[in-house]
């Protein structure tokens, strides 16, 4: 069985103690979650990592920032680099979400950069990719998205790395007009397409094994009503979740969801 992947992006959200009640619900109600193939993982702000480090120490929630520099240390003000985020023991490291490129003009060339930089440190890159509104209408979707991968992966060489293939790297797909208040899903259909691209070009830039073993999740607009037929798909292997997740209680209803449907019945029908 391969494993599901449910994480969310806290954006600009949360102070320390709101950060304490959620992850301390959180924790309570995924009690009875066997964590062996499902991936949970939460993106605080910077400003909650240090809360965070202390109340995931010992649970098997993963936990990660939301942008970092690619340099060690220097004049740049403002920025975080990979050693200061060690010191939050942070599993993953999310790179290129489409309002860092949007408000703050981050580029693929940066963002190949700042993924070297992760796999160093040991971090995961959890890379988001996505066309906007006018590839989607110019009908060059695929191409931009592949172009993206390309050069984000450009030069990463994973075959060499001794970890397990699955905890080197993730994708996210996230088109950008799915994304936020005014976005609408994709439909699990569009998706597929999508991710089955994605899988097309990491196999051309690696090889099957990798291609298959890296995880490629989804993001804009998910929710409780869609996490299961997006879920459904063939090449979505999970899911990356806003708004529909920053209650504790709601991210935990969407992640029993898939649990029962996917993780649960299949281990019942094993041990049968
Ligand atoms: P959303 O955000 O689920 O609120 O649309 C997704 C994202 O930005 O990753």
């Not at 990592?49 to 240390?73: C, F, P, V």
């Not at 999310?94 to 490129?101: A, D, K, Q, V, Y």
């Not at 005014?182 to 397409?193: C, V």
């Not at 090449?235 to 649990?259: E, M, P, T």
């Amino acid at each position: 069985m391969k494993d599901i992947y449910l994480g969310t992006n806290w954006k600009m959200h949360k102070t320390i103690s709101e950060t304490k009640s959620y992850l301390h619900d959180l924790k309570n109600y995924l009690k009875d979650i066997n964590f062996d193939n499902i991936k949970v993982f939460v993106i605080p702000p910077y400003t909650a990592l240090d809360i965070t480090k202390t109340i995931l120490k010992d649970s098997r929630i993963l936990y990660g920032a939301q942008n970092m520099h690619w340099m060690d240390e220097g004049e740049y003000t403002g920025e975080i680099s990979p050693p200061l985020l060690k010191d939050f023991e942070i599993d993953l490291i999310e790179l290129g979400h489409s309002e860092r490129r949007r408000y703050y003009n981050e580029n693929d060339i940066e963002l190949n950069k700042k993924v070297k930089a992760a796999l160093k440190y040991n971090f995961i890159p959890l890379i988001c990719v996505g066309e906007r509104k006018e590839e989607k209408k110019y009908g060059v979707s695929q191409e931009f998205i592949k172009l993206q991968i390309k050069t984000i992966l450009n030069g990463v060489k994973l075959n060499d790395i001794e970890k397990e293939l699955n905890d080197i790297l993730w994708i996210a797909y996230e088109p950008v007009w799915a994304i936020g208040e005014k976005g609408k899903p994709a439909t699990p259909e569009y998706i597929e397409e999508i991710h089955s691209v994605i899988r097309q070009t990491l196999k051309k830039l690696y090889n099957d094994e990798i291609s298959n073993k890296i995880p490629i999740l989804y993001g804009g607009s998910v929710n409780q009503e869609n996490a299961l037929s997006i879920l459904n798909q063939n090449n979505v292997d999970g899911l990356f979740i806003g708004r529909a997740a920053w209650k504790a209680n709601s991210f935990s209803n969407i992640i029993h969801q898939v649990y029962e449907t996917f993780i649960n019945k299949n281990s019942q029908k094993a041990n049968q």
